[in-house]
Each structure stands twice: as C-alpha cells, then as structure tokens.
C-alpha cells in the first residue's frame, strides 16, 4: 500500500525495474515475464492449503476437536503481520532469493548465512515431505499399493517431473502455478462449500463444542496442542519474492501477492476445513483418534467413487504445482546464495541458462537433495518422514522472525523504508507485533512432547539444533562470509539511493554486475 500522505511521487517509485536492480548493484539477467496473478499463484501453491489441510486435519481434530478451526484465524492474522513486514522490505529489496538478500541487506552477511542455511534446508525438507505425500494420492488415483517401493518410485516421480517442468523457464512455471491455483480453488473452495451446503451432517455449533478432548483436565492445553492446524498451513507466500527478478514491476506487485497468498489461502483452508468437520459421518471416531486419515473416506461418501477420484486427480494436479513452486523458490534462494559467493561451487551454481534463463544447476541441487532423502526414508524407519521433517517448519518460522528481527532494528536505526510499498507511521508497530507473534509461535512448534521418548518428545529442536550447529560450524570454520565482496547492512544508504535514484557506483556498493551468475 502507498503512502496516502505523499504528495507528490518520489523518484523509488519512479525508477524502472532495472533501475531499481542497478540501484542494489545487480542486472537483469532474467525473463520478467511473470504478472500479479502468476506471482500469486506461485505463493499459493506453495502454501496450498488443501496440502496442509489434508495432512493436518486428522491431528487438529485429535488434539482440540472442532474449535482447532479457529487457529486458522489466529495464525491467519499473525502471519498477515509477517506479510506486511515482507512487503515493505521487498519493495525496497526485489531481489531473487527473498529470506537470504533481505537479511544480509538488512543486517549482515554471517546473520544472513545462518538465516539461510537454515532456511534453505527447511524448504529442502518440505519438497520431500509434500512429494512423499503426494505419492499416497497417486498411489490411490491408479489403485496402487503404498507400499515402500511404491511410495519412493511415486516420489521420485513427482520431483523429477516438477524438475523437467523448471527447466523450462519462467513462463511455464507460471502457467504451471495458475493450473496449480485453479486446482487448490477446486479441491478446497469448491469442495468445501458443496460438502457445507449439502452433505452437511453436523450444525454450526459443532465448531464450539470440544467433544471431550481435554478429558478432565483444561481444555486450553489441548487448544494450544491443536496450533500446527494453522501454524503449518500460512507459510509459502514469501515464495512470492523468491523469485523477484523474474517479475514484471516486483516492487509493488510482490506485496500485493504476499497479501492476496494469506487472505485467499485462510479462506480457502476455512471452507475446506469446515466441510471435513460437518460432512464427516463418524465425527467422534475422528476427535477419538481411531480414524487418523478419515479424509478419503469423507469425500467418498460424498461425492461418490467417481466424485473421489475427479478430486484425486485435482489433488495431485495441487501437489504437482505445490513441488514445483517448492523446487523454483528454492533455487532462486541458492542462486542468490551462491552470486554472492557464499557456498562451496557458487560459480556453477549461480549459473543462468542462455535460453530459458532459469538458474539451472541450482534447480538441480534443489530436486537432488530431495531425490537423496527419499531414498533415505525407503531404507530408514517407518517414523523416520515425520523426524525429519519436524523441524521444517520451526526452521521456516526461525528464518521468518531474522526478517523480523533485522527489520526492526533497522527501523530503530533510522531506516524509513524506501521502496513503493510502505506502510508508513503503521510501520514501527506492525514490525513489533510480527515479532511478538513469530516468537509465541515457534515457542508452541518447539514444545517438547511428554510421551517420556526424548528422540520423540525433543525431535524438533533436535533437528533444528544439528542444522543449525553444522550450519555455524561451517560458517565459523570457512568463513564464506569473508569471500564475498556483495553488500550488506546497507537498508539506511540504499533508502537514500532510491529516493535520489542513484545507482550503485562502487565495489562496496555491490557488483553491477556479477561474472558468474550470467554466463
């Protein structure tokens, strides 16, 4: 949103998308051949609410009974302040790789380097777990037993042709997403209000009665256990600027897509969870724990065997997309690690394609890891998928809340943001409220279980703790930050820049120009 209080246009909003990239110290080396709605739907698919519908609803209903729904609200609006947070920092900074370039313009290159290796493995995480889950559709679509061999063969599947698709380029991956976004609307909004009008085999008050989950103890602790149904559905619209420099005016239209991800994605998980709820035929089974994947058979028993399977094959067409956002965004992030000389290889993986101007090899790294993990999850335990993803989305939260965090001492800095997108006096207390926010919540993501298992009980600050401990162990012993010569702690100077328009001129200013990332 604009400043309404400016009078007259200020030369940032003025400057051209090159120009604003010549601004930070860089060129355009991509097809900016992506729109609004595209960038949207790359973030949406991303977020995909029917993914994280399907996967959380049976663990919500389990640990707070209907009233989980409401945490759609609440982390809906938390992570809405996040958004606002982002927009502001992106219009000054639209810059490929998102989590990484703002954290290292906004305070410096080592923060920045832990914020993104953490960062860079949650996502690596999540493509797996989101292919690993896909497979379990596709296994149902063609009748196939999941078994482990069909599981990892389907996965495979997935990654590889969610590969093939990125390569590509820019206009497929966007045409791809809008697919994708279609699909999502289909199988969550659609779905979700013929199973509300229609199959409806509970009232409204359902939503309101906890159906005895807390026993005899309070029911705020069992509400509490139910977060992760929203805490891990509103993440992905920072994919929006992930991809920046591939965008047609990202300055503002990046914003706007962030916003637009949040509000139609709580919508979207609203109706879809809401239909679950009062079209389920065994409700209590469900809030008992005895169905734990009653979704399959709420769909068939509404929409019919052939209903069920049109909704499997817009499913997969969701999970398809969603593996594709997953690989693109995480290549830009690598890309833009990588042109600043901050990882082992980086001149090969900074390397941009001649015809489909995609960063080729860094889309390589982001399908290979997966590809690794899939095979390590065939040959490991059964529990094995959800150890290792149990961290991915703390570490996504923990990368979030260093934007936060670096914006707002920024902000007690001095710095006024420059870029088109502002929310002017708002600014200060949005920026506190979206720490405050990140901070509850991966304080309920971290907290330990009480089953007595320690492996179990602490799996997610394990996970986190041997990322995050290789991660530092590196960054102090290779000292990567040392390498690189791109800028960094510069939010204060490069405001001023933008409203002078004035391009950098300077090595400590930033590269115009780096060799390796346009070959």
């Given at each position: 949103?604009?400043?309404?209080?400016?009078?007259?246009?200020?030369?940032?909003?003025?400057?051209?998308?090159?120009?604003?990239?010549?601004?930070?110290?860089?060129?355009?080396?991509?097809?900016?051949?992506?729109?609004?709605?595209?960038?949207?739907?790359?973030?949406?698919?991303?977020?995909?609410?029917?993914?994280g519908v399907y996967s959380l609803f049976a663990v919500a209903m389990a640990a707070g009974g209907p009233p989980s729904i409401f945490w759609i609200f609440i982390v809906g609006s938390g992570q809405m302040l996040v958004a606002l947070v982002f927009g502001e920092v992106v219009s000054q900074y639209p810059i490929h790789g998102g989590i990484y370039p703002w954290t290292r313009r906004l305070w410096g290159r080592r923060y920045?380097?832990?914020?993104?290796?953490?960062?860079?493995?949650?996502?690596?995480?999540?493509?797996?777990?989101?292919?690993?889950?896909?497979?379990?559709?596709?296994?149902?679509?063609?009748?196939?037993?999941?078994?482990?061999?069909?599981?990892?063969?389907?996965?495979?599947?997935?990654?590889?042709?969610?590969?093939?698709?990125?390569?590509?380029?820019?206009?497929?991956?966007?045409?791809?997403?809008?697919?994708?976004?279609?699909?999502?609307?289909?199988?969550?909004?659609?779905?979700?209000?013929y199973l509300i009008i229609f199959q409806r085999k509970q009232g409204f008050g359902i939503f309101f009665d906890s159906m005895g989950v807390q026993g005899s103890g309070s029911y705020g602790a069992a509400f509490l256990g139910a977060a992760l149904a929203g805490l891990f559905l509103f993440y992905g619209f920072e994919a929006c600027g992930d991809v920046a420099e591939e965008v047609a005016d990202p300055a503002r239209r990046?914003?706007?897509?962030?916003?637009?991800?949040?509000?139609?994605?709580?919508?979207?998980?609203?109706?879809?969870?809401?239909?679950?709820?009062?079209?389920?035929?065994?409700?209590?089974?469900?809030?008992?724990?005895?169905?734990?994947?009653?979704?399959?058979?709420?769909?068939?028993?509404?929409?019919?065997?052939?209903?069920?399977?049109?909704?499997?094959?817009?499913?997969?067409?969701?999970?398809?997309?969603?593996?594709?956002?997953?690989?693109?965004?995480?290549?830009?992030?690598?890309?833009?690690?990588?042109?600043?000389?901050?990882?082992?290889?980086?001149?090969?993986?900074?390397?941009?394609?001649?015809?489909?101007?995609?960063?080729?090899?860094?889309?390589?790294?982001?399908?290979?890891?997966?590809?690794?993990?899939?095979?390590?999850?065939?040959?490991?335990?059964?529990?094995?998928?959800?150890?290792?993803?149990?961290?991915?989305?703390?570490?996504?939260?923990?990368?979030?809340?260093?934007?936060?965090?670096?914006?707002?001492?920024?902000?007690?800095?001095?710095?006024?943001?420059?870029?088109?997108?502002?929310?002017?006096?708002?600014?200060?207390?949005?920026?506190?409220?979206?720490?405050?926010?990140?901070?509850?919540?991966?304080?309920?993501?971290?907290?330990?279980?009480?089953?007595?298992?320690?492996?179990?009980?602490?799996?997610?600050?394990?996970?986190?703790?041997?990322?995050?401990?290789?991660?530092?162990?590196?960054?102090?012993?290779?000292?990567?930050?040392?390498?690189?010569?791109?800028?960094?702690?510069?939010?204060?100077?490069?405001?001023?820049?933008?409203?002078?328009?004035?391009?950098?001129?300077?090595?400590?200013?930033?590269?115009?120009?780096?060799?390796?990332?346009?070959?």
């Amino acid at each position: 949103m604009s400043n309404p209080k400016n009078r007259s246009v200020p030369p940032a909003e003025r400057l051209g998308d090159s120009e604003h990239l010549a601004v930070l110290g860089y060129q355009d080396s991509f097809d900016r051949s992506m729109s609004l709605w595209a960038n949207f739907a790359l973030g949406f698919t991303y977020l995909s609410p029917l993914v994280g519908v399907y996967s959380l609803f049976a663990v919500a209903m389990a640990a707070g009974g209907p009233p989980s729904i409401f945490w759609i609200f609440i982390v809906g609006s938390g992570q809405m302040l996040v958004a606002l947070v982002f927009g502001e920092v992106v219009s000054q900074y639209p810059i490929h790789g998102g989590i990484y370039p703002w954290t290292r313009r906004l305070w410096g290159r080592r923060y920045a380097w832990m914020a993104a290796w953490v960062y860079i493995w949650a996502m690596i995480v999540t493509i797996t777990a989101v292919a690993q889950f896909g497979s379990g559709f596709l296994a149902s679509l063609f009748n196939i037993e999941l078994t482990r061999g069909a599981t990892l063969g389907l996965s495979v599947a997935l990654l590889l042709v969610a590969l093939f698709l990125n390569f590509t380029g820019t206009k497929t991956l966007a045409k791809v997403a809008r697919i994708g976004l279609a699909a999502e609307l289909v199988g969550v909004v659609a779905v979700g209000l013929y199973l509300i009008i229609f199959q409806r085999k509970q009232g409204f008050g359902i939503f309101f009665d906890s159906m005895g989950v807390q026993g005899s103890g309070s029911y705020g602790a069992a509400f509490l256990g139910a977060a992760l149904a929203g805490l891990f559905l509103f993440y992905g619209f920072e994919a929006c600027g992930d991809v920046a420099e591939e965008v047609a005016d990202p300055a503002r239209r990046i914003p706007k897509a962030m916003v637009m991800t949040i509000v139609v994605g709580g919508i979207s998980a609203l109706f879809s969870f809401a239909g679950y709820v009062m079209a389920a035929p065994d409700l209590a089974a469900i809030v008992a724990g005895r169905d734990t994947d009653p979704i399959p058979a709420i769909l068939e028993s509404s929409l019919g065997v052939v209903g069920a399977k049109v909704f499997l094959l817009i499913a997969i067409t969701a999970f398809l997309s969603c593996v594709l956002s997953l690989q693109a965004a995480a290549s830009r992030l690598i890309f833009s690690f990588a042109r600043d000389g901050m990882v082992p290889g980086h001149r090969w993986l900074a390397k941009v394609s001649g015809t489909a101007k995609v960063p080729v090899n860094a889309l390589i790294l982001a399908c290979s890891i997966p590809l690794t993990l899939c095979l390590i999850i065939y040959s490991g335990p059964d529990t094995l998928l959800t150890q290792i993803t149990s961290f991915a989305v703390l570490g996504i939260y923990l990368a979030f809340q260093s934007v936060v965090l670096a914006s707002l001492r920024q902000r007690m800095k001095g710095w006024r943001p420059a870029g088109p997108f502002s929310l002017g006096r708002l600014g200060f207390a949005i920026n506190v409220a979206a720490l405050a926010y990140g901070v509850l919540a991966m304080v309920l993501l971290a907290w330990p279980g009480n089953s007595g298992v320690v492996a179990s009980d602490w799996t997610v600050l394990i996970g986190l703790a041997v990322v995050a401990g290789s991660g530092l162990l590196y960054l102090l012993t290779a000292k990567p930050d040392r390498r690189s010569t791109a800028p960094s702690g510069d939010a204060i100077e490069v405001a001023r820049r933008l409203q002078a328009g004035r391009p950098a001129t300077n090595q400590a200013d930033g590269p115009a120009e780096t060799p390796a990332a346009h070959r």
